[in-house]
T-cell receptor, first 108, second 112 residues
């Protein structure tokens, strides 16, 4: 059975304090690893797709990386508007499995 | 460009009542999905439609039915609501199965 575990559950940062979110996974036949951002009261919004170990993608202050067992979402010099819940999901052969998310709060 | 539109945004039902959640997308996507989101459980797939004319069960289909009305619309029906179905429901779509998802803004459903 495919599994996704995200850590930490919650993270508080000061504005400008860089950090990383972790997504550990087990899947039979990885077809893609997805990162989404979810703001309170809204649906998740797509950020990145990673397909193979060693792949990296960047968008503004966010950088996603992938190994054979985990993915990291690095946040460089975060701003208060980066506060949200970040979801990781893995696409196996027949299903997409979501983690429970990391709730990020960036204080000014 | 509206993307994925869900109605209603909020709904309160009594146990045993029925209702239909509506979803429409204007991106010409082939695949559509219904998820529920509960605290501590993450997003779980209820039903999906990989392409127009097909529907399949997801992880938690019991108590639900779906209809892919046409390429744009995918509805979710609760025939006899139960308190365990209290949740936030999201509709999503993708170009094809397995590609990135575009989500609606959700329906918060309470069953008393």
């Amino acid at each position: 059975e495919d599994q996704v575990t995200q850590s930490p559950e919650a993270l508080r940062l000061q504005e400008g304090e860089s950090s990383s979110l972790n997504c550990s996974y087990t899947v039979s036949g990885l077809r893609g690893l997805f990162w989404y951002r979810q703001d309170p009261g809204k649906g998740p919004e797509f950020l990145f797709t990673l397909y193979s170990a060693g792949e990296e993608k960047e968008k503004e202050r966010l950088k996603a990386t992938l190994t054979k067992k985990e993915s990291f979402l690095h946040i460089t010099a975060p701003k208060p508007e980066d506060s949200a819940t970040y979801l990781c999901a893995v696409q196996g052969g027949s299903r997409l499995t979501f983690g429970e998310g990391t709730q990020l709060t960036v204080n000014p | 460009n509206a993307g994925v539109t869900q109605t209603p945004k909020f709904q309160v039902l009594k146990t045993g009542q029925s209702m239909t959640l509506q979803c429409a997308q204007d991106m010409n996507h082939n695949s559509m999905y219904w998820y529920r989101q509960d605290p501590g459980m993450g997003l779980r797939l209820i039903y999906y439609s990989a392409s127009e004319g097909t529907t399949d069960k997801g992880e938690v289909p019991n108590g639900y039915n779906v209809s892919r009305l046409n390429k744009r619309e995918f509805s979710l029906r609760l025939e006899s609501a139960a308190p365990s179905q209290t949740s936030v429901y999201f509709c999503a779509s993708s170009i094809t199965w397995g590609q990135k998802l575009f989500f609606g803004s959700g329906t918060q459903l309470s069953v008393l």
